[in-house]
């Protein structure tokens, strides 16, 4: 069990790390392994092409049913979903460096992005499911093993007192065949990364054993197997992430590596027997960083960027300049600590990203190149709101006072220590008021109650608009059902998140019901203005009462209800609760405690109606 939890959780897929100097340095040059040098674990010979018999315990993707029904609408395997703002993540768990999460990472303080800085050039426009029952347990990884066109998948899987590598098939659509076992013996391994090393078109292997030692594993020409290992280095113990980059400096490829001291480095390769360079120290601060992950070349500089997630969620991509040296980061996407594993797809093979939910669910996302294709999308008539390609900012931000709601206000509660209680009590109240004053008295500003911008300044380190967050909508070419792909895909992420009266996102900071419908009708491209992340934080205002009203959103009886409307609770004072729903009388809402999906409930206070955004 032991050794199983070793490779687990330091085994790496197809990772692009950052780092920066190390305090051990790894060996590099031509240093060449004695004949008693271990060899490479042992090929089996039980591979086979026909693609047919599914392994124990993945499934072939291609026979996946849709266990949760969707009323006809394929909801779940088909669509659109911006994985910006999200998941975006539920907490991550296994410890992989690339695929899953590298140890030793810090989790953020304030929740807040580590940069606000968009790329117009990226998105993830589509989601996928397309397989179960991949263990969160075994390691996974993408390349390009048998020449085609399509990523293939590398499974390292714990069987008794031994690793075995079993390789899967890349087919269109995201979807992979069972080809076999080819290799066994990886017990003694805690890293793993994939990349053509000596550039012949296939893809090798490089491991790091326990003690440190580096260890190249050729490809075998006409062969799904590897040569011998042959020891490359050592002192590798000290890097909490390597990653193969197939262009850095001088457009060599090379290993992009992060040490337990939040450093990074690139180690070019000075020749194709996986011999290093001296590394190019890159920079520090990288402890935040959950994984770090080779992407190819996103922006078309001939340099190989990669992607990176952090403690809170938040997906970046890191663009390299034109020399390998440096890399200017962009935030692509929120809430991916769902996933148990992110695996994203070179682009040179379509690019994308595969992903592993902690229910050993494979999604896949497809990658949305803006500005690629100028085919007109989907358009409702002309009298309900029209898809946008950018949320209108509010413009605006919440000063916590007396009576208010949100995220800034639980920020205040939280601060003062007054707790940010499961109900209507997240309200600043006069207990939240008095604690405040005495605050402001500490502080030697006026104690008026009042969280004015000097106030916050001396009591969080968060963003003065930090309640202006909103999600990206889908890109203006996307289809209905994208649209509603994205919608039900961006609220299952949310499942988990804490519920916060009049919140409205991201991650860590909560929703309630209608700030969780909000940032949804905002993933699919509608903005239902006058609406807004910060009217909705006001004390009097009912978003959900104001969706259900809304002129320019579409009405369809109960009873003819879709995956992607919305439901809605009323009472003797109107509307005052309201649900994504997400097909086989299943809902997803946050209520007092938590995001969640559940069947629908309570019928007699359903309301008659249910609004379509999406109108059809």
């Not at 999200?86 to 030793?104: C, D, F, K, W």
């Not at 006026?446 to 968060?462: E, I, L, P």
């Not at 963003?463 to 909508?473: A, C, I, L």
Request: overall charge positive; some cysteine; proline content about 6%.
């Amino acid at each position: 069990m032991a050794g199983k939890t070793k490779i687990i959780r330091t085994l790496t897929c197809f990772t692009a790390t950052a780092s920066l100097v190390l305090a051990t340095v790894p060996a590099y040059g031509a240093e060449v392994p004695s004949p008693a040098a271990p060899q490479s674990p042992t090929s089996t010979e039980s591979a086979s092409t026909d693609g047919v018999n599914t392994p124990d315990p993945a499934q072939d993707a291609n026979d996946v049913a849709d266990s949760n029904g969707n009323d006809g609408l394929e909801i779940q395997n088909s669509g659109p979903e911006t994985s910006t703002d999200q998941a975006e993540e539920n907490s991550i768990q296994i410890l992989y460096t690339g695929s899953t999460v590298a140890p030793g990472s810090l989790p953020l303080s304030n929740g807040a992005p580590l940069t606000k800085a968009s790329y117009s050039g990226f998105s993830l426009a589509y989601s996928k499911k397309i397989g179960h029952g991949w263990c969160s347990d075994g390691v996974l990884m993408l390349n390009k093993y048998l020449g085609s066109k399509y990523p293939d998948l590398l499974f390292f899987d714990k069987r008794g007192d031994n690793v075995f590598i079993r390789l899967y098939r890349g087919a269109p659509g995201g979807k992979v065949y069972t080809v076999g076992d080819i290799g066994h013996a990886w017990n003694d391994f805690d890293l793993v990364m994939a990349g053509d090393i000596n550039q012949d078109g296939k893809t090798d292997l490089l491991g790091r054993k326990t003690n440190g030692d580096l260890f190249y594993y050729e490809a075998r020409k006409g062969s799904y197997y590897f040569k011998p290992g042959v020891k490359v280095g050592h002192g590798w113990t000290g890097m909490r992430t390597l990653t193969f980059m197939p262009h850095t400096i001088g457009n060599k490829p090379g290993v992009l590596a992060v040490d337990s001291d939040g450093r990074m480095h690139i180690y070019p390769f000075v020749n194709r027997g996986g011999n290093f360079a001296s590394s190019v120290k890159l920079g520090y601060g990288w402890s935040r960083f959950t994984r770090v992950m080779r992407y190819g070349d996103a922006d078309g500089n001939g340099k190989s960027d990669f992607l990176a997630t952090d403690s809170s969620g938040y997906l970046y991509l890191y663009r390299a300049n034109s020399a390998g040296n440096a890399f200017s980061p962009a935030q692509v996407g929120h809430a991916w600590n769902g996933m148990s594993q992110i695996l994203p797809i070179d682009m040179s093979l379509g690019g994308g990203i595969m992903a592993v939910d902690s229910k050993g669910i494979l999604h896949y996302y497809m990658a949305y190149r803006h500005g690629s294709s100028s085919r007109p999308g989907w358009r409702p008539p002309a009298r309900y709101l029209q898809p946008v390609s950018k949320v209108r900012a509010p413009g605006t931000t919440v000063v916590p006072r007396r009576g208010w709601n949100g995220t800034k206000v639980r920020e205040v509660r939280a601060r003062m220590g007054v707790g940010v209680p499961l109900n209507a009590g997240m309200t600043f109240d006069q207990r939240t008021e008095n604690a405040v004053k005495r605050f402001q008295r500490r502080i030697r500003v006026g104690a008026n109650g009042v969280v004015d911008y000097r106030t916050w300044v001396k009591m969080t380190s968060r963003s003065w608009t930090m309640d202006n967050f909103q999600m990206r909508p889908v890109p203006l070419s996307a289809n209905r059902s994208q649209r509603v792909n994205a919608m039900i895909s961006f609220a299952r992420r949310q499942i988990g998140t804490p519920y916060t009266w009049g919140g409205a996102g991201g991650w860590g900071d909560g929703y309630d019901c209608s700030g969780l419908a909000l940032q949804a009708l905002y993933v699919a491209g509608i903005d239902p203005q006058p609406i807004n992340v910060i009217a909705h934080a006001a004390p009097t205002y009912r978003s959900s009462k104001q969706l259900y009203a809304h002129s320019r959103l579409q009405k369809v009886r109960f009873g003819s209800r879709q995956p992607g409307d919305l439901v809605f609770w009323q009472g003797r004072g109107g509307i005052y609760h309201v649900a994504i729903y997400v097909g086989s009388n299943q809902i997803i809402e946050s209520n007092y405690g938590h995001a969640r999906q559940r069947g629908l409930y309570n019928w007699g206070s359903i309301a008659p109606y249910v609004v379509r955004p999406l109108a059809s």
